[in-house]
Each structure stands twice: as structure tokens, then as C-alpha cells.
């Protein structure tokens, strides 16, 4: 298997930061010095072979294929990331982050000032993708969102869930934030600002909620069991475990959220209480990003995360509201996945041929040879598996 040197995949991009602030009047005035995300163009009208890009197993195993062969990875690094982020990580690093922040003032300050520096200190095994870390108060609520496409702090918070990335979530949050929250059983003082912060493929948001009372005795490994993944995001506030409303330990929730919820997500909540992949092509989609940009080959994950947006600005409506449930009106959670890992393998794909890493007919090729059962999986699992 060769290896090759990749000039960075990557564009030209600054930080920007966007507040979406909402008083207790609810005021829709949006904070925004956010620039447009439009100021790079790429093309999306490569030539495709219609019957492989139509089923999008076909593409991931191609582009997995082509990379394997080209030395940019290998495929037990594409498992190794599939299994850290279905296993290890979770929202345990972002729990043991804000639980360190709860015992110690200093970190705290120096978590709110300078993020990025402050994760190091844990020496996680996965970057901190530029992190925004933003502390609830008594009279200030924090809640994230991305309305662009689904962007998430991953290496804190694991695998994000479903209902983060419906197209209802990602719109409303901003537009009605309390009543969001109400649904997930999340009702707010009138008195408490509700800020809403918006990510982008340059920013990652995560929220320090506010330590539970009755804590005090707790040490920081068992404060970190009482944070869960959706306090973090802004839809949760914590309990004590004495003050806890189910019978549960309060930790119980650590990889999911509010229980028994009321309203628009209620059925996409608990389905993936720890979140995973609901098909293989799914994990590999996933897993092939994630391969590229931790083996050093120049995989920026800002501009990979910029097509994802885009991919997701150009899916037809016709192709969400064709997967609507005649009867709650919304989205399914298998759909809402579907949709967002074939938006993931296109924006991977654009990303390889915009820096000419492969090219659209080496891709359609490969597709069609693992469409016709010319090759199949397999040579994942018995070929050449290291670089």
C-alpha cells in the first residue's frame, strides 16, 4: 500500500462566534457578527454514476477503498475511531471537565477564558475542536444549537444525539428557546435570560451548567457521574442526587437526558440514550473522517464541516418532507440519521475531490464494482489492513 503526502484539506477560514440572546421577555433580536458561511463556493455538480450514488453504501465502502489504497488510512484506524466513539468516549470527557470546574475556582476560570488550554490539562485522546465553553448562573440559561448542520463538540460530548440534528431542533431553538426547552421538560423562571448559542464549523459550544445542591460531600470523580450529556448541550438542568425527580441515581442518565418528555421531541428522545449507528455504512461514513483527520494527512475538519453545511443546505425539501410520520408530524429518528450520514459521506467525498485527493470517476468506478458485488466488504476485513 503506498503513502502519499496530501497538501492540507483545508480553507481559509477565521473564528467567528455567534450569540443568540433571548431576555426575559423573550426578545428575538439576534446578536450575530457571525460572517456568512456562503464566502467559499464549492461545487456539488461532479458527475456521478445515478444507480451508485442513489444507495449510499456502495460510495462509502469506495471512498474507504481508494483511501486504503492510497496510504491516507487504514482500516483498522477506521475502526479504532467507529469503536472510540460508540464505546469510550461519550459524554464522559465533557462530565469530567465540568466536574473538575465545580471543585476548583481556578480551573473554572481559566475553563471560561481559555477552553482549549484548559481540556489539554486532561490529555484527552481526541482534539478539542475549538471550544467555547459558556457557564449557566442563577439568572442566565445557555442552550446550543447548530442551525447550519449539526455541529457539536464531538471529542467532549460523543456522539450527538438524534434529536440535535432534526431540522425542528436546529430551527426552533432560536426562534423560541423556551418553548423548546419546555418539551423537554425543561421550564425556566420568567426571570432567567436564556442565551442560545449557535455553532459553527469554526466554534464549538458547551455549556458548564450549574453544580446541584446537596453536593458539597461529593468528590470530583462522583460529581462527574451526575453530569449528563444533555446538561452540557443546554436542555437539562441537574439534580442532586437527593433531589433527584425519579427514583434513579441521578448519574443514571449520563448518556441520555430528561425522561418521559412531553411535546414535539418526545419520541426522539430515550431512542438513543446511548447514542450509536444504526447501520454499518453509517459507522463507515463516520469512521473514514475521523481516520483522516486523527492520521495527520492535512484533513481540516472545518472545511470538511463547511461542505457538510452546504450538503445540508442543497438536500431538497422535497426529500425531508417525504420522510415526515403522517402522524406526529416531525421526522423519525432512523430517517433523521439517514439523512444526515449521506449528507456526511457527500461532504466527504466533495471534500476529497475539491483538493484532488481522488477523482469523481476513480469513485464511481469503485462504487460500481462494490454495487455489482465485484468486491465487497470483506477486503476490510481479510486485505491489507495497516499502512
Known amino acids: 500500500m503506498k503513502n502519499r503526502e496530501v497538501t492540507t484539506m ?4 477565521s473564528d467567528h462566534e455567534r450569540d443568540h440572546s433571548h431576555d426575559n421577555h423573550d426578545s428575538h433580536d439576534n446578536h450575530d457578527d457571525h460572517d456568512s458561511h456562503d464566502d467559499h463556493e464549492h461545487s456539488h455538480n461532479h458527475p456521478h454514476d445515478d444507480e451508485t450514488f442513489a444507495d449510499p453504501r456502495p460510495r462509502v465502502r469506495a471512498i474507504q477503498s481508494l483511501l486504503v489504497e492510497e496510504g491516507l488510512i487504514s482500516t483498522d484506524s477506521v475502526d479504532e475511531a467507529i469503536h472510540a466513539y460508540e464505546e469510550d468516549i461519550g459524554p464522559r ?4 471537565v465540568v466536574a473538575r470546574a465545580w471543585t476548583d475556582p481556578d480551573y473554572r476560570e481559566r475553563l471560561l477564558a481559555e477552553p482549549e488550554a484548559a481540556i489539554e490539562e486532561f490529555d484527552f485522546d481526541v482534539g478539542t ?3 467555547r465553553v459558556k457557564a449557566n448562573t442563577a439568572d442566565v440559561h445557555n442552550v446550543v444549537v447548530c442551525t447550519l448542520c449539526s455541529c457539536y463538540p464531538w471529542s467532549l460530548l460523543g456522539l450527538p444525539p438524534t434529536w440535535y440534528k432534526t431540522p425542528e431542533y436546529r430551527s426552533r431553538t432560536v426562534r423560541e428557546p423556551r418553548a ?8 425556566l423562571d420568567d426571570d432567567v435570560a436564556v442565551n442560545v448559542w449557535d455553532s459553527s464549523s469554526e466554534i464549538r459550544y458547551m455549556v ?3 453544580r446541584p445542591e446537596g453536593t458539597d460531600d461529593l468528590t470530583e470523580a462522583e460529581l462527574a457521574e451526575l453530569v449528563t450529556r444533555d446538561a452540557m448541550i443546554g436542555v437539562e438542568r441537574l439534580t442532586g442526587p437527593e433531589t433527584a425527580d425519579s427514583g434513579d441515581e441521578a448519574g443514571a442518565a449520563a448518556d441520555g437526558g430528561t425522561a418521559d418528555p412531553t411535546g414535539a421531541f418526545a419520541e426522539l428522545l430515550g431512542v438513543d440514550a446511548e447514542p450509536t449507528f444504526r447501520t454499518p455504512w453509517q459507522a463507515r461514513a463516520f469512521g473514514v473522517a475521523v481516520a483522516l483527520y486523527d492520521g495527520g494527512t492535512g484533513f481540516d475538519w472545518s472545511a470538511f464541516q463547511r461542505r457538510l453545511i452546504a450538503a ?3 438536500t431538497p425539501s422535497d426529500v425531508v418532507d417525504a420522510t415526515v410520520d403522517d402522524d406526529t408530524d416531525h421526522l423519525n429518528g432512523s430517517d433523521v440519521e439517514r439523512i444526515y450520514y449521506e449528507q456526511w459521506g457527500e461532504a466527504l467525498e466533495q471534500l476529497l475531490l475539491d483538493h484532488d485527493v481522488l477523482d469523481a470517476d476513480r469513485i464511481d468506478g469503485r462504487a460500481a464494482e462494490f454495487a455489482a458485488g465485484e468486491r465487497t466488504a470483506a477486503e476490510f476485513v481479510e486485505g491489507e489492513r495497516g499502512h
Open 10 to 13: 483545508g480553507d481559509d477560514h
Open 93 to 96: 470527557n465533557g462530565a469530567q
Open 129 to 131: 475542536q475549538h471550544i
Open 180 to 187: 423548546v426547552l419546555a418539551e423537554f421538560g425543561l421550564d
Open 208 to 210: 458548564l451548567p450549574c
Open 312 to 314: 445540508v443546505e442543497e
